[in-house]
């Protein structure tokens, strides 16, 4: 399967970004000779990506933390609610996943195997507005977490705060303990690792927002402070902006390399890694260039360990072949059996033309049933081929791009005929159940007795796409105009496989996608 963007330079380096994903609030952590990084996912489920890799430069994407959110209102989309930025814990041969849930809580999920079942979301603090929670465990045996602030739930964006913990990770021992307040030098700051190296606690946190901010590091003797402050990288001279909120490691050779994300626009934020190392106890991300003393981020540098041999791929087309979703694929809202199915054959996905049970309307913002995928390179093609088999007026089938301005393309059943039918689409209330508008832009005749389209996006740099169809797999032609992808709520614009009933039916109708292809 080829990779749609590969980092590997093929001549000893990598370049950045090392992943052109929406892997966004990245934590990464070393077990013997693996890495594994987590990310956010908002509402998308199943949730919290988990990534494995043997050389930090090549990825593969094994798993999600969370199959399902333990709230009903997670059967709708939730936009910018859900899973924020998690962190990834070691200890005694557990695995644990901090993930807060910025109106609920935090939540702590645990594994022996990474690769397997990941436990019940479990709850160790209700509350409105604790984010970005990580955990550590100190060489006297106690436990702690540290977390920041949502100003959106809670009105606080520059504090960071301590509690103890039981080692287990299942209770929060005391109330928290404010170690940073950075009210005036950082009016925002979130995202905190915590760490300790020779005798220092060391909290890296982001700063500055998400688009233009800075990675500050701050260090004490105590794990409660004072602090010091020191930035340790920013944009400076170089073309990446925003270059912040991550994890670090030290590679098996004794190497430091910090993992964080840019904010890429429609892309999402996505990852890159910088070279790290220590000076006078403080590190140093990334490389100087302008002589102010902050490091910058690299365009490319050297492997940070030895190839594995094992060129991992995250997929991005898919057969439709197994019994069950490629990883690939999460769901704008929690799961529900009865919005597809999958034969295990060459018959592809089934995706019902399903109404909205809870709106008047039944738009692509709101619906739950949308198959989504993110996007994983700056320019790419995909191209799908879709049996419309419709029972009701309004019954489609089709793709699109979702995010604050979206568009699908596809097959719908318009007073008993077929048609090509584009739409646009404009979010008005980007949050929660939020309000979207649409309308149809064109509408094209299919030729009669035929139900069977073969439709393609292509996306150029900048998150510039159009549609084109065809009805013999040979012949396209375009439809629309160009369009310019946009982000979501907290998230990048994502491509979506979308069956339903446009005028909110109840209907028997489904689309069938033999398959989906994905191309530089």
Known sequence: MKQLWNAD??????????????????????????????????????????????????WELINYVVKKLPFDRYDQPAHGAGTWAPALGYHNGIYYAFIPMPDEGIFVSETKDPYGQWSELRCIKEAKGWIDPCPFWDEDGKAYMIFAYAKSRCGIKHRLSICEMDEKATELLTEPVLVYDGIQ???????????????????????????????????????????????????????VNGPHQGGYVETQNGDFYFIHFQDAGPYGRIIHMQPMCWNGDWPFIGEESNGDGIGEPVAMWQYPVKLSGENYTIPSSDDFKSEELGLQWQWQANPDSTWYSLSGESKGLVLNCMNNKVRDENLLWYAPNACTQMLQAPEFQTETCITLQSEEHGDFAGLGIIGHLYTYCGLELCDGKLMVRLREGRVLDRDGIGKA?????????????????????????????????????????????????VKASWTGAKLALYSCNTANKVSKGYGIYESIKFTN
């Open 437 to 485: 508008v649409e309308w149809v832009t064109h509408s094209i005749d299919m030729p009669a007795g035929i139900n069977k389209i073969w439709l393609r996006i292509n996306v150029k740099a900048g998150g510039i796409y159009s549609y084109s169809y065809s009805v013999n797999e040979t012949d396209y032609n375009r439809i629309g105009e160009e369009y310019q992808a």
């Open 185 to 239: 030098g950082n009016p925002t700051i979130e995202g905190p690792k915590l760490y300790k190296r020779n005798g220092w606690y060391y909290i890296f946190a982001p700063a500055g927002g998400v688009s233009t901010g800075w990675q500050t590091v701050l260090r004490s003797r105590n794990i409660y402070g004072p602090y010091e402050y020191k930035i340790v990288m920013h944009q400076g001279n170089s073309e």
């Open 9 to 58: 330079l093929d001549n000893g380096c990598y370049r950045n970004p090392v992943l052109y994903t929406d892997y966004s609030d990245p934590d990464v952590i070393r077990v013997g000779d693996d890495y594994y990084m987590i990310s956010s996912s908002f509402t998308y489920v199943p949730g919290v990506p988990l990534l494995h890799s043997k050389d930090l430069v090549h």
